[in-house]
T-cell receptor
Framework: KAGVTQTPRYLIKTRGQQVTLSCSPI?????VSWYQQTPGQGLQFLFE???????NKGNFPGRFSGRQFSNSRSEMNVSTLELGDSALYLC??????????????FGAGTRLSVL | SQQGEEDPQALSIQEGENATMNCSYK?????LQWYRQNSGRGLVHLIL?????REKHSGRLRVTLDTSKKSSSLLITASRAADTASYFC?????????????FGQGTILTVHP
């Protein structure tokens, strides 16, 4: 079974631009969560999508948005990039049920650098 | 904001020694998990302990949970150089829907061959 795939692996953008990151979950997983990881703030939850609906949201400004498609693939978008958005963005998928309650499987991440 | 803190922030040991990492959290939880991250890549799930469990084993891993103190510990026995990584505890709070984990700050473990 293929793991969680995130594309692209690396991105360099300038302030004010926008960016879209993509995540393909493990087959059969319908929940996709996004996290931002920085040296200063650590791992912070952005949002979670399940059945194409955002179910949970972290404390991030509205510049951070996401969506999920019918095949469970998810994208997150950051508009009007700021220097502080430079981070490793991690996507995780989960089965959302049974004994596997909330065990999350992470992709390798997208490293975003904002210049 | 982070749920809690991990202690120590960094740990350096020799191969064959045991490594113990501690995690504290702030709110009531359903489950507590431990994850490993190698060199800024994705996290790998190691073990999950439910709020009504006190201890759990998986291979060389032993996790304890004390809900009265809101703390957990991860013990790695007979460590190997390949165990070098960052280790994070993660909680899903009581009443929180699936998909949201709150992570600790992590412990950087270095195992010297």
């Amino acid at each position: 079974k293929a793991g969680v795939t995130q594309t692209p692996r690396y991105l360099i953008k300038t302030r004010g631009q926008q960016v879209t990151l993509s995540c393909s979950p493990i087959s059969g997983h319908r929940s996709v969560s996004w996290y931002q990881q920085t040296p200063g703030q650590g791992l912070q939850f952005l949002f979670e999508y399940f059945s194409e609906t955002q179910r949970n949201k972290g404390n991030f400004p509205g510049r951070f948005s996401g969506r999920q498609f019918s095949n469970s693939r998810s994208e997150m978008n950051v508009s009007t990039l700021e220097l502080g958005d430079s981070a490793l963005y991690l996507c995780a998928s989960s089965f959302r049920g049974g004994e596997a309650k909330n065990i999350q499987y992470f992709g390798a991440g997208t490293r975003l650098s904002v210049l | 904001s982070q749920q809690g803190e991990e202690d120590p922030q960094a740990l350096s040991i020799q191969e064959g020694e045991n490594a113990t990492m501690n995690c504290s959290y702030k709110t009531s939880i359903n489950n507590l998990q431990w994850y490993r991250q190698n060199s800024g890549r994705g996290l790998v799930h190691l073990i999950l302990i439910r709020s009504n469990e006190r201890e759990k084993h998986s291979g060389r891993l032993r996790v304890t949970l004390d809900t009265s103190k809101k703390s957990s510990s991860l013990l790695i026995t007979a460590s190997r150089a390949a165990d070098t990584a960052s280790y994070f505890c993660a909680t899903d709070g009581e009443g929180t829907s699936y998909g949201k984990l709150t992570f600790g700050q992590g412990t950087i473990l270095t195992v010297h061959p």
